[in-house]
């Protein structure tokens, strides 16, 4: 073959390789917009927490808890059926950039409002008020509270405000364990490789409560923290105000109640009455 050839090949190819680019962007760009657009596929992607029984959890293809119950409430007041919401894994740390990048339209994951997450997403909500506590093993008579922690070994998950606010106020003393998940911690602490977990007090009733842990953990019980639950939402959303609107009506009907006693039952757990069912405007918090 000859240069004039291979040239000649050359310029097929690269016509032939521009075609399918065009159309495989084509069918690309119609995939995303179709993903984040109700109104072109009528699904709805909803971030949750898998491993937080009570809250957000996954056992084979359901998913129980507080927060999975709110979303499917939430969803259906904005029109979506069950068959349309589709759940996505959202660890903390993923959160902000799964709703930046459209790989969920919402979140529902224990997802607190914080300034700093406020600067990339935008929070509906809160439709419900944790603490940061510490969940301990059950013969552990020294670890009353976070001042108690100095020289411990413990557990929190990467990306989470609880990991933060350790760093910040108890990190001189303490040997913070980073985890990827709540189960990751919870094996850590039975295993005797650290000595507390920390996160929100509802997450570690709800760890607390399973029966593989039953007896052999308890949550201290006096939270240091306000944690606002939020609705996770992308930057410059116009969904506020409905979702609101949601949250409020589920309040108004009874079903907020309903379900926070299911999910909290026989846990020991009482959530703070004083700032729950939280109080909420109809922008975005
Ligand atoms: N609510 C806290 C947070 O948003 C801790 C629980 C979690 O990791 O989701 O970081």
């Known amino acids: 073959l000859n240069g004039m050839q291979w040239n000649g090949m050359d310029q097929k190819y690269s016509r032939r390789l521009a075609a399918l680019a065009a159309a495989a962007s084509l069918a690309l760009t119609g995939t995303l917009a179709g993903c984040s657009s109700a109104e072109s596929d009528h699904k709805i992607r909803i971030g949750i927490k898998?491993?937080?029984?009570?809250?957000g959890y996954q056992d084979g293809n359901t998913y129980t808890g507080f927060d999975v119950e709110v979303a499917r409430y939430v969803a259906g007041k904005l029109g979506y059926s069950e068959e349309q919401i589709e759940f996505v894994e959202s660890p903390a740390a993923n959160r902000e950039n799964m709703l930046n990048t459209g790989q969920v339209d919402m979140i529902f994951a224990t997802y607190s409002i914080s300034e700093s997450r406020k600067k990339?997403?935008?929070?509906a909500g809160p439709y419900y008020t944790a603490g940061q506590d510490l969940l301990v093993r059950a013969d552990n008579t020294d670890i009353h509270g976070p001042d108690d922690l100095n020289g411990k070994n413990l557990c929190s998950v990467t990306g989470s405000t609880s990991a933060q606010k350790v760093q910040d106020k108890f990190a001189k003393n303490v040997n913070l364990?980073?985890?990827?998940?709540y189960s990751d911690c919870v094996v850590a602490l039975n295993g005797g490789v650290v000595d507390a977990v920390t996160t929100d007090d509802i997450t570690l009733a709800g760890l607390a409560?399973?029966?593989?842990?039953?007896?052999?953990?308890?949550?201290?019980?006096?939270?240091?923290?306000?944690?606002r639950y939020?609705?996770?939402l992308p930057k410059?959303?116009?969904?506020?105000?409905a979702v609101n609107n949601a949250i409020n009506e589920m309040v108004a009907d009874g079903t907020w109640e309903k379900l926070?006693?299911?999910?909290t039952e026989g846990t020991g757990y009482h959530y703070n009455t004083e700032t729950n069912p939280p109080h909420l405007g109809t922008s975005c918090a």
């Open 50 to 55: 898998v491993d937080q029984p009570g809250l």
């Open 209 to 227: 409560a399973t029966k593989a842990n039953k007896g052999k953990l308890k949550v201290v019980g006096s939270p240091f923290t306000t944690e």
């Open 230 to 232: 939020g609705v996770g």
């Open 120 to 123: 990339t997403v935008d929070f």
């Open 236 to 241: 410059g959303t116009d969904k506020c105000e």
């Open 260 to 263: 926070i006693t299911k999910y």
């Open 177 to 181: 364990v980073k985890q990827n998940s």
